[in-house]
């Protein structure tokens, strides 16, 4: 046998043991969802014996007054995705910027936009709070207990990683490209709208995985800005586990729902992440 095939039946079995470890949660999830509370304690990792009972506990979940589980959902699609098409925007805008302006500011923006990532959120959410309430006496724009203020809080908090990923892709965009674009009589908002924002597609998949993921599964930040009259599923998960803490097949159906949106998602847009990875790390 060659090295090189050594080489790649190790990767293959590490790369299996890697896939093992990352599915048994959620197979542990799964499987513990379709038992009753009793065999979850005492067998936990055992196959179940009916099936069946999985759509019951999903409907005993979902039709639970204290889980509230579409309503919640459907806070959580709107706020996922209002604030991720907002933070591609405004990111991809701001880092050409930056890369194509090419003064002292624009530099010292960028550093301070790089030094914001460092900044850990349970050292300013006091204050963040302290800032949204002052801001609506002031204005009489309320930020606290909605959609609007939740959403202006993540795009601060997803922009300046969004940015830095960016910055870096679009300073591979060859400006050759806008040129040609601005002879052609291209205005700014053109150059930018029909020649550089579909260039970085590649990696603005790589920014809606981290910060969907992130804002999917938060629940500090929703559960300080919301004040819990709004609720979006990870709230409504942890509403629901206070309040049936011994029926442990309830809670883990109630997780499972919560998981499966954004499983299902990347099941189905698997072939689109993976191309615009791929096309981002060759650029």
Known sequence: MTQAYIKNKLLGILGFILFIIVLTPFLIVLLNSAKPAISIISSPLALPEHWSLLFKNIHSVVKNPNMRYWNAFFNSIFITAVSLILIVLFSSMAAWVLVRNKT????????CIVAA???????VMLPLLSWFRQFGDFTGIKLLTNHQGLIFAYIGFGSSM???????FTKGIPFELEEAAIIDGCTTEGVFGHVVFPLLQPVQITVLILNG??????YLLPSLVLGGKVKTLPI?????VGSYVKQWDLILTSTLLAMLPVIILFIFA?????KGMVEGSIK
């Open 236 to 240: 409504a998960v942890m509403t629901f």
């Open 104 to 111: 002292k500011w624009s530099t010292i923006i960028f550093l």
């Open 162 to 168: 969004s940015v830095f990923i960016l910055h870096g």
């Open 213 to 218: 993921i992130w804002i999917w599964n938060d």
């Open 270 to 274: 698997q072939k689109y992440i993976i």
């Open 117 to 123: 990532m460092t900044i850990p959120f349970q050292a």
